[in-house]
């Protein structure tokens, strides 16, 4: 999965905490801490470039990584979970390169409790077979495995669910413009339009039983701080960009993010998506606006007037009609 053993990762990592700091560090200053000479510092340097990260080589002085860069440590991580998530986290698992943190949990048993966090996917999943584009080390990617005893249905409304617990997170940042897009984007409006970014996106993938157990896979991308990248095709943010004050590091988001999602995960079953309802309507990006949806090859318009108990939206209809649209993408068409 990875194209480095593990001698190289150790070394690549050890370099990146080295200039995570952002300041300049000449090449013999970091073979001296490495172990290693002039010419092994600028062979991890390519291979750090490789990933996707950003190294300034400055002639005559050394390296720099812009803005710096804080790795993911499962001991800061592991310190900052809330009681409830270290008594229901059966294992957390961090990858340097991984696949998909989703697939990884797919291929394995007893997902109740695993969370698996990942610096960066090679085959990253979005919704609707998109790509989840997955850089090196300024991203979030985090798959929580669950399960619940009576079956799929009680999964129904989970991923706008889990929506509201990252804004919940996300809120104590001081986040202008932070909203949810039906179904389950996470997104941030600008102030003087009704155009807006996304932030973060859930994939929950399920597997089991229609009425027995049933297990989920609850994934969230959620961009951090980056700065650059390719191949997204729509417009995104970073959460680096929106928030007023420093932000605390991505180690103290992961915990908080990991410790709202298994709250809501253990209560999920008794509180459905009810609870959650009113909360997931105060951040509607859509509510009260024109939108359109596809429905199957036809085009809907009309009013959003909310979601349902179950998660569904609701669509008043131009014909004075309430159409309840459980699946599809929609689309805003300008203010009623
Ligand atoms: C979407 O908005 O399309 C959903 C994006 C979900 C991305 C996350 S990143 C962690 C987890 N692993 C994946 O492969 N996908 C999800």
Same mark, same amino acid.
Not at 54 to 83: Q, V, W
Not at 151 to 164: D, I, N, P, R, T
Not at 175 to 198: M, R
Not at 255 to 273: D, M, P
């Given at each position: 999965?990875?194209?480095?053993?593990?001698?190289?990762?150790?070394?690549?990592?050890?370099?990146?905490?080295?200039?995570?700091?952002?300041?300049?560090?000449?090449?013999?200053?970091?073979?001296?801490?490495?172990?290693?000479?002039?010419?092994?510092?600028?062979?991890?340097?390519?291979?750090?470039?490789?990933?996707?990260?950003?190294?300034?080589?400055?002639?005559?002085?050394?390296?720099?990584?812009?803005?710096?860069?804080?790795?993911?440590?499962?001991?800061?991580?592991?310190?900052?979970?809330?009681?409830?998530?270290?008594?229901?986290?059966?294992?957390?698992?961090?990858?340097?390169?991984?696949?998909?943190?989703?697939?990884?949990?797919?291929?394995?048993?007893?997902?109740?409790?695993?969370?698996?966090?990942?610096?960066?996917?090679?085959?990253?999943?979005?919704?609707?077979?998109?790509?989840?584009?997955?850089?090196?080390?300024?991203?979030?990617?985090?798959?929580?495995?669950?399960?619940?005893?009576?079956?799929?249905?009680?999964?129904?409304?989970?991923?706008?669910?889990?929506?509201?617990?990252?804004?919940?997170?996300?809120?104590?940042?001081?986040?202008?413009?932070?909203?949810?897009?039906?179904?389950?984007?996470?997104?941030? =409006?600008?102030?003087?339009?009704?155009?807006?970014?996304?932030?973060?996106?859930?994939?929950?993938?399920?597997?089991?039983?229609?009425?027995?157990?049933?297990?989920?896979?609850?994934?969230?991308?959620?961009?951090?701080?980056?700065?650059?990248?390719?191949?997204?095709?729509?417009?995104?943010?970073?959460?680096?960009?929106?928030?007023?004050? =420093?932000?605390?590091?991505?180690?103290?988001?992961?915990?908080?993010?990991?410790?709202?999602?298994?709250?809501?995960?253990?209560?999920?079953?008794?509180?459905?998506?009810?609870?959650?309802?009113?909360?997931?309507?105060?951040?509607?990006?859509?509510?009260?606006?024109?939108?359109?949806?596809?429905?199957? =090859?036809?085009?809907?318009?009309?009013?959003?007037?909310?979601?349902?108990?179950?998660?569904?939206?609701?669509?008043? =209809?131009?014909?004075?009609?309430?159409?309840?649209?459980?699946?599809?993408?929609?689309?805003?068409?300008?203010?009623?």
């Amino acid at each position: 999965m990875s194209a480095f053993d593990s001698v190289e990762w150790t070394r690549i990592t050890d370099l990146i905490d080295l200039l995570s700091d952002g300041e300049c560090h000449s090449g013999e200053q970091l073979g001296l801490s490495l172990a290693i000479s002039r010419a092994g510092v600028w062979k991890y340097i390519k291979k750090i470039e490789q990933l996707g990260v950003c190294i300034e080589s400055i002639k005559g002085k050394g390296y720099k990584l812009k803005n710096g860069l804080h790795l993911l440590d499962l001991k800061k991580i592991g310190g900052l979970l809330t009681p409830l998530a270290k008594d229901n986290i059966a294992a957390l698992d961090l990858f340097s390169i991984i696949n998909s943190t989703n697939t990884y949990l797919l291929n394995q048993k007893n997902i109740r409790g695993k969370v698996c966090l990942a610096e960066l996917q090679t085959e990253g999943r979005g919704r609707r077979g998109r790509q989840w584009v997955s850089p090196f080390g300024r991203n979030i990617y985090l798959s929580i495995g669950w399960s619940f005893e009576s079956g799929v249905s009680a999964a129904q409304g989970l991923s706008l669910a889990v929506g509201v617990a990252i804004v919940e997170v996300l809120n104590q940042y001081q986040i202008n413009g932070l909203y949810l897009k039906w179904p389950n984007d996470v997104v941030i =409006k600008n102030s003087e339009s009704d155009e807006y970014k996304k932030l973060a996106g859930i994939l929950i993938e399920l597997r089991g039983d229609v009425s027995g157990d049933c297990d989920l896979i609850i994934g969230v991308g959620l961009n951090f701080e980056m700065e650059i990248a390719h191949g997204i095709d729509q417009p995104w943010i970073s959460l680096s960009q929106v928030s007023e004050h =420093k932000l605390p590091d991505r180690n103290t988001v992961v915990a908080e993010l990991i410790s709202k999602i298994i709250q809501l995960l253990v209560g999920y079953e008794r509180h459905t998506f009810a609870h959650y309802r009113e909360s997931w309507g105060a951040v509607n990006i859509h509510m009260h606006k024109r939108i359109s949806t596809l429905q199957g =090859k036809e085009l809907i318009e009309g009013v959003c007037c909310g979601v349902t108990d179950e998660g569904a939206l609701i669509l008043l =209809k131009d014909s004075g009609e309430t159409l309840i649209v459980s699946g599809g993408e929609i689309s805003i068409r300008g203010l009623s």
